[in-house]
């Protein structure tokens, strides 16, 4: 059969969900736009700490909010990531960069920026610009403390304000790195106290996105960042979001897809977008009749377990798990489920033959060390790190299960 040509494909692993692909989160949309966008329309100043765990869509809620605050409360939106951030300098020169790509839904407020912020831009290119380095260098630490950062942003306002501008939505994403300089808590603290207690406050939504631990190292590190957030939690999308989302995008390019093939994506996702956009772009490319059935999301699944743990499982849990009862144990703990984050000895301990029994303390000691898990709140009780790690060693496992012509797993244990 002559393989049918690809277009576009509906999915984007890596990158944030387009507006037109998001599904779920109604509520916590709502409170974001009724407790952030509309208080900060008003003039008030809001901080929210968006919560989750890694692949879980964080960064597409923030795009998405800020797209609808654009759209339909008049809030400038500015997403800086931090990625790279080793100091509060570095947090200043992303937030300056982000602001010069900002706009990208108004030119009129967009070409306001670059006309203002003119000496901050290097070479215009057919498709943007370059940025001037060395200025920005040279300026950003005059942004570096909560009186610049607040005036430089009020200034963002006055100067959009005839393009209907009332208000400023600064996204601080990638905060892994920064948490650990106390001077970031002390940084995000007085912005939002000194805003707080001005005359005229500059109406601001700031928005931070990282897992708890990351939060709770900022107020490790300064005690009173406990109280500023209202904490926006995101966990992992429902069955019923993921059918919607694995749907919406198939049908855009005019491909249907079978009900045990549906299921099959659903179940291996686990409710988290990073994964749905590997199985789903992995499907989309093995698919040759534009009908996604079991053998394609059987394959699919193995595509983007390879893809995962490339991306995201340090290899090094797994060359340095060589013994074979090792890898089988290990195998046996994926199988529980890839939702569960936690284990128990004894849940293991049931299903491991003699031979890898006389070896599983070593092999729990190992993946300590390998920093994979941690010990639990109850004696016996085993927690994963990583949800990302924790999906790949399912996955990899899941692949090893012998599968039947449809797609399906021989083994009746589901």
Known sequence: MEEISKGKSPFYPGQPVPVELFVGRADQIDRIMKRGVNQVSQGKPVAIYVQGEYG????????FTQRLAEKEYGVHGIYATLGGAKDITDVTKAVLEATLRS???????SDKIRNWLAKYIGEQKLFGFTINAEALKNDAPNFSTPFGMLD???EIIEHLKDTGVKGVFLVLDEINGITADPQFSHFIKGIIDTNAL??????????????EERRREMIQ????????FDIVQIDALTEAEMKEFFQRAFTSVNISIEDFAMSFLTRHSAGF????HLVGDAAYWIDKDNIIDGMDAALSVITAADDVG?????????????????QS??????????????FTKEQVASKLTEMEKGKFNNFLQRMMKLKVIRGGEIRGEYIFNNRMARLYIWLESSRKVPKNKSGGELSKNK
């Not at 706009?103 to 407020?109: D, E, K, L, V, W």
């Not at 977008?273 to 749905?276: A, H, Q, R, T, V």
């Open 329 to 342: 144990i290990l195998s046996k703990i994926a199988m529980l489920g890839p939702a569960e984050m936690n």
């Open 103 to 109: 706009g990208a839904f108004n030119p009129t407020r």
């Open 56 to 63: 879980i869509g964080k960064s597409s809620i923030a795009g």
């Open 152 to 154: 430089f942003l009020s």
């Open 273 to 276: 977008p990073k994964i749905m």
């Open 221 to 228: 590190k300064h005690r009173p960042v406990e109280r500023l």
């Open 310 to 326: 490339t991306k995201y499982v340090d290899q090094q849990v797994y060359k340095a798990l060589k013994s074979k009862d090792y």
């Open 198 to 211: 001005a005359a005229t406050p500059v109406p601001l939504l700031l928005m931070i996105c990282g897992v």
